[in-house]
């Protein structure tokens, strides 16, 4: 009876799924023009015998009218959009767009899905064994390599999609972010993103006579001289809380300044190499002047804000929130300690160490997946064009456009900018172009981004910067060891897919 049950349950489910992938119908009202003959009564006069007579004629007539002729009942493409902007305002926004493009294309349904970025994963998997993946994903950059590897992106969508769009409009750093190295084909569309940089209390720092915090050397410097300058407690607000993936977003171009990668040119791992080992060193000794931990990403905002620290790692996220203060849990905003905080708040996107000197920050893409309706990459272009600005007007600080035709437009699409310099709004605009993450290293296989990815997803980083820094419990040196014997798991587990 038990097993009865599972086959009728099993039978029940294909059923619906069948059902729900089948194309709907739309039955479309087409306006035409047509002749029709019309007879109708005129009054005429004429003059009969030097006297003039009225009387009724009916004359005949030809006409063109408009009538509607309701059409045969068509199949409906539906094409499924899931987004990570899912905030309501911004579901509200791309609902918005989609129902411009559908107004014009009245045979096409598009479905916005909010979903969340931590799950994009898990979600895939379930939509993939389910055989209904999705057409459209936005999703971060170091998805994609995952996802190519496990073959579920229509490279060949993407590069059509992208061509129709014009490729010369393209800024150059994200189309490397988003080839394929196992195929040399762009695996999803590039669509937005943000820049990472040290912002810091340009004022004090010009007061103290300490240079910008760009070189480790100069970072240092400012670590111990900042805690009790003015009303500063701390110098620095420092990713290190094990749970937040803002502690790896940190310490990766930390990492890379100092030329230190989990593979090197022949595809070994290197993660306990003397540059990573000197990396985590760098990176945690900051604790010395930073909040105590564990931190991430609003703890530091905060304390800034309120005028408690002179430097944090943020993205460009942080512009609108330097002026009015940034949200709080319970409602309201932080109160800025800091007159023209914003005007007195330097940008340093670049980091420059012993080996090297590497920029941060985040692309964020377009991806169409496997068996989606061809129609998809129409829908992708119109998202990237007409309805372009309406999503970048969303939060232009955090989204800044891969389009160089875009560039004019999002600077004017928020006040907000006018509180910054000229320099700082161009640096942020081209910064895809020095843009580094150890993901995009072009010699990377798939497998092996596959595997950054990885690292990144399992927040390996965030836990022995958490070990090494607050708890004690590990070294540089150990903590390397560590990471090393980790991410061998990882790609031995990644080549045997």
């Keep these: 009876m038990r097993k009865v049950s599972f086959y009728l349950l099993t039978l029940l489910v294909l059923v619906l799924a069948l059902a729900a992938c089948q194309p709907e119908t739309v039955e479309v009202t087409r306006i035409v023009t047509q002749t029709e003959t019309v007879t109708e009564q005129v009054e005429v006069t004429r003059m009969i015998e030097g006297e003039s007579v009225t009387e009724m004629v009916e004359v005949t007539r030809v006409v063109e009218v408009e009538v ?47 979903i969340e970025e931590g799950g994009i994963t898990q979600r895939i998997a379930t939509a993939q064994a389910a055989n209904r993946l999705p057409d459209i994903v936005r999703m971060g950059v170091e998805r994609v390599a995952a996802f190519a590897a496990d073959g579920i992106l229509d490279e060949d969508a993407a590069m059509a999609t992208i061509d129709s769009i014009g490729l010369d409009d393209f800024r150059a750093g994200p189309l490397v972010m988003v080839t394929d190295p196992s195929t040399g084909n762009y695996a999803a569309v590039p669509y937005d993103g943000w820049i990472q940089a ?7 720092f010009n ?69 990573m080992i000197a990396a985590l060193q760098f990176y945690t000794d900051l604790q010395r002047c930073a909040l105590p931990g564990p931190q991430y990403w609003r703890g530091s905002r905060e304390s800034y804000e309120l005028d408690q620290s002179g ?23 932080v109160e800025i300690a800091v007159e023209n905080l914003a005007g007195n708040t330097g940008f340093a996107p670049e980091m420059v160490g012993p080996n090297g ?14 068996g989606a309706d061809p129609v998809a990459q129409d829908v992708v272009k119109f998202f990237l064009t007409e309805g372009y600005q309406d999503i970048l007007a969303l939060a232009p600080f955090g989204k800044v456009p891969v389009l160089k035709s875009a560039v004019d437009g999002w600077m004017s699409s928020s006040d907000y900018f006018a509180n910054y310099s000229a320099e700082t709004l161009d640096q942020i605009a081209n910064g895809y172009e020095t843009m580094q993450r150890w993901l995009f290293r072009p010699d990377y296989s798939a497998a092996q981004r596959a595997v950054i990815g990885d690292i990144e997803g399992r927040l390996l980083i965030p836990d022995v910067v958490s070990k090494i820094a607050l708890e004690g419990t590990m070294t540089p040196e150990t903590a390397a060891q560590f990471l090393q014997e980790q991410v061998e798991q990882l790609y031995a587990d990644r080549q045997s897919e």
């Design 311 to 333: 430097m944090l790692f943020y993205s460009t996220y942080i512009m609108d929130d330097l002026v009015d203060g940034s949200g709080l849990d319970g409602g309201g905003n």
């Design 357 to 370: 000197s590497a920029s941060y920050g985040q692309l964020v893409t377009l991806g169409i997946m496997q």
């Design 207 to 275: 007061d103290a006579g300490l240079n910008a915090p760009i070189s480790w050397d100069d970072i240092n410097a400012a670590c111990d001289a900042l805690p009790g300058t003015g009303n500063l407690l701390y110098a620095i607000g420092l990713g290190t809380d094990p749970g937040q993936n803002y502690g790896h977003q940190i310490f990766e171009q930390v990492a890379i300044s100092n030329n230190a990668w989990p593979f090197d040119a022949d595809g070994n791992v290197t993660m306990n190499t003397p540059e």
């Design 198 to 204: 040290i912002w810091y209390r340009e004022d004090i």
């Design 68 to 114: 509607e002729v309701p059409a045969e009942p068509t199949e409906k493409t539906v094409v499924e959009f899931w987004t990570t902007d899912n905030e309501e305002d911004r579901v509200n926004a791309y609902e918005a767009v989609a129902a411009r493009y559908m107004e014009m294309h009245p045979e096409v349904e598009i479905r916005i899905v909010p």
